[in-house]
């Protein structure tokens, strides 16, 4: 959060759980966030006058900010106050609701996240064409496998990896992807956050026949030799992460 410094203009930058207390407006902002794991809402802000017992409430004027992410390019973008839809919400700028607010007022905020392909940055068309990592909105998806060979079921899979991949349901609520490849063969995908000491790749060969794989290397930790251990990858490409377009 941060606001103006005329205290006109309060900003929502980032979809967290959290609640701030804006002392020139006498106002708490909350939130609950749903995101990143809800299908259904990314977050709920409430807003609550804060006044003495001796004053009858006010009814503060500012401009509430809310960052509509880069990722957020579906036609499907809602944020609604009080349960009223509002209009022209696109991605890439700030949605901005002017009004004076009352104590309670609730603006919902839904950016239905999309999968799409991040092809690696390389020079190289026989990389860059067949080399990618897959995308959840902003988050990177890491496949749970010791090799980063996975030619994906169908032929749209670069312009749309739903054809191959569904979101399955788990009992916390947590992400987590099945993407079939061409042998109908099953691969887990889950939110790179999300990994700890499971092996995984993030970029994938995706055309095997074209590219040749380099044979599998293990790479040592910066501090100490005696880390190694920890995460094997079988190529170079595994210790890259491509660059989200927006923070969480």
Known sequence: YFHSLDHTIFYVNQFASSSVYWQEQSVNISQSAGFPESETSTTRITINLVTSKTL???SPHFH????VPQWATTASNTISVNGQPQSGVSA???YTISRSWSDGDVVE???PMKLWTSPINDHRSEYSDNVMAFMYGPLVLAGLTTSDAFVPKGSTFKSDPSSFMIRSPTPDG???FNATDASDNMMQMRPLFDIMPEAYAVYFFTNTSYVQLP???QLVTSNSHSHSH???HTSPHLAMVPPAREDL
């Open 56 to 58: 009858s409430p006010p």
């Open 64 to 67: 509430l900010k809310i960052r």
């Open 92 to 94: 890439g700028e700030y």
């Open 109 to 111: 905020v839904h950016f």
């Open 174 to 176: 947590r992400i987590l």
């Open 215 to 217: 044979p599998p290397r």
């Open 230 to 232: 920890h995460h094997h």
